[in-house]
């Protein structure tokens, strides 16, 4: 081996082991592009909540009843809840995600949250209204048609429900999560939605840790997917929220653990900077695990694809 080709292997080996400084690496023009493009967004620094243990469907592959999240004792304490809010205020949380296992449930607990920290997002299955007082986005829960639904989730009507519920709303974004059996009824879903000048934005079902049933993807399905969304980003511009990058890389053969590193506290040990400092996922007692605190807890990091993590994925 030549000197010049020795040198370019250590040189190679150093900078494999070497901690940059994210100055050095935003000398990188097109990082420098990248990074101007998303800074505006970096005031929201956000955390999660389970604001109760009940819900009002039983839903196959559900995420709150795996783990140990699901026996926490539940607090109904409204003064509780907003002393917890102030205090996410004063230790820099700008951003919250209302969810498990259905926060529609508890619209007394939300309120007070959106009284103290007015941006964030709630994670609903639709079926319940969310008062207008409270004025977070609502991310509404959609597995697949009324039929599909009816399957996986033991719900009738589900999306017709879900539409009389939210339509017109502003703060109503329906989420579709793909799952191996339901790709075929998004072009439906998407079609009625759009009728109803609703929105919409994609999901890919990621296994709950130690779930091996028929919801699960493969290659195949993965790929079928892709070119659903991409189909229909095309031909619903003003219904679809979602873009060919996250359409790509959420469909990718590996997760976005493996892609791109997981930021969330559970696989990022790190405490210096970031998600790995800032993020908390709240049980229903007001108490966080570190080792536990992901977007989407209890999920099977390996496997996940979840739409939660993007702003993550991009912000990390």
Request: proline share 3%; aromatic share 12%.
């Amino acid at each position: 081996m030549s000197t010049q080709k020795v040198k370019n292997l250590h040189l190679k080996q150093n900078n494999s082991e070497r901690q940059w400084k994210f100055s050095e690496i935003l000398e990188d023009h097109q990082i420098r592009e990248r990074w101007e493009k998303v800074r505006k967004y970096f005031f929201l620094r956000e955390s999660t909540y389970d604001m109760t243990r009940r819900c009002n469907i039983q839903c196959d592959g559900c995420y709150y009843f795996e783990g140990e999240k699901q026996f926490a004792r539940e607090s109904t304490d409204v003064n509780a809840w907003r002393s917890l809010m102030k205090k996410e205020k004063a230790r820099g949380i700008t951003y919250v995600v209302l969810a498990g296992a259905e926060p529609s449930l508890v619209p007394e607990l939300c309120e007070v949250c959106y009284k103290e920290m007015p941006l964030g997002a709630i994670a609903t299955n639709g079926i319940k209204i969310i008062p207008q007082s409270v004025g977070y986005k609502i991310h509404i829960s959609v597995w697949g048609n009324d039929e599909t639904s009816l399957k996986v989730r033991n719900a009738k009507n589900m999306l017709l429900r879900q539409i009389e519920n939210y339509k017109n709303d502003p703060r109503a974004v329906f989420v579709y999560t793909f799952t191996k059996d339901n790709i075929d009824n998004v072009d439906e879903v998407v079609k009625i939605l759009s009728e109803y000048d609703s929105k919409i934005t994609f999901n890919i079902f990621s296994a709950p840790v130690g779930y091996n049933g028929d919801l699960c993807h493969d290659e195949e399905s993965l790929f079928r997917i892709r070119e659903k969304m991409v189909k229909l980003l095309s031909t619903y511009p003003d219904t679809v929220l979602f873009s060919h990058y996250s359409a790509v890389a959420h469909t990718h053969k590996y997760g976005l653990h493996d892609l791109y590193s997981c930021p969330y506290p559970r696989m990022n040990p790190s405490t210096d900077i970031g998600l790995g400092r800032s993020f908390r996922q709240y049980r229903t007692d007001l108490t966080w695990d570190r080792s536990a605190a992901c977007c989407v807890p209890d999920t099977d990091c390996m496997d996940c694809r979840h739409y939660a993590a993007g702003s993550a994925v991009v912000t990390a």
